[in-house]
């Protein structure tokens, strides 16, 4: 079993909804940073998140950071085209930067 | 030129060719990385270097061969590869000793295809 789990792993959303990515740690979290990535490209970063029961917004997207649970959630509202992509969350694992596997995200018009 | 730069973007190679592929970050980062991205499986990373030097080698065949002749460029050479290594080739930078350390600066990545 890998590390770092997201769910799900794929969804398709019509435009206008809000939607909500997880990602699971097996280990403590001490710093969990959400990725965006366009198919075939390189990863854009979004945010990160350090403190337990931290909340950080970016337009209309927010990411929350649960530590007890070991798991953050991402949450996307009035989802349109432009959010299509990839999500990634990656731990701090010692001094490594650990990613999960990624929840691919369609937003149909 | 701004942020991180892969080159080639596409490389198709022949199981007993080498080529490499180049790196160059104008952010004045002090840390860079190599990631493999394969088809359904998570973001691998291979290779880091602090300051020119490596300090991560996450069990990388011998046939993927790193070079950072300094902190702005990052080079990965690749010899006798096998099909199975064809997947998205990521670099990254980052300012490492700062509260964003892991905030990594990524490349469009170099797609490789071996035959």
């Known amino acids: 079993s890998q590390e770092l789990e997201q769910s799900p792993q794929s969804l398709i959303v019509q435009e206008g909804k809000n939607l909500t990515i997880n990602c699971t740690s097996s280990?403590?979290?001490?710093?969990l940073y959400w990725y965006k990535q366009k198919y075939g490209e390189g990863l854009i970063f979004l945010m990160m998140l350090q403190k337990g029961g931290e909340e950080k917004s970016h337009e209309k997207i927010t990411a929350k950071l649960d530590e007890k649970k070991q798991q953050s959630s991402l949450h996307i509202t009035a989802s349109q085209p432009s959010h299509a992509g990839i999500y990634l969350c990656?731990?701090?694992?010692?001094?490594?930067?650990?990613f999960g596997a990624g929840t691919i995200l369609r937003v149909k018009s | 030129e701004t942020g991180v730069t892969q080159t080639p973007r596409h490389l198709v190679m022949g199981m007993t060719n080498k080529k490499s592929l180049k790196c160059e970050q104008h952010?004045?980062?002090?840390?860079m990385y190599w990631y493999k991205q394969s088809a359904k499986k998570p973001l691998e990373l291979m290779f880091v270097?602090?300051?020119?030097?490596?300090?991560e080698n996450n069990s990388v065949p011998s046939r993927f061969s790193p070079e950072c002749p300094n902190s702005s460029h990052l080079f990965l050479h690749l010899h006798t590869l096998q099909p199975e290594d064809s997947a998205l080739y990521l670099c990254?930078?980052?300012?490492?000793?700062?509260?964003?350390?892991?905030?990594?600066?990524f490349g469009a990545g170099s797609r490789l295809t071996v035959l």
């Open positions: 952010l004045g980062h002090n840390a």
């Open positions: 270097y602090n300051f020119k030097e490596q300090t």
């Open positions: 990254a930078s980052s300012q490492v000793g700062t509260a964003g350390a892991n905030v990594l600066t």
């Open positions: 280990k403590t979290l001490y710093g």
């Open positions: 990656g731990a701090e694992y010692g001094n490594k930067l650990v």
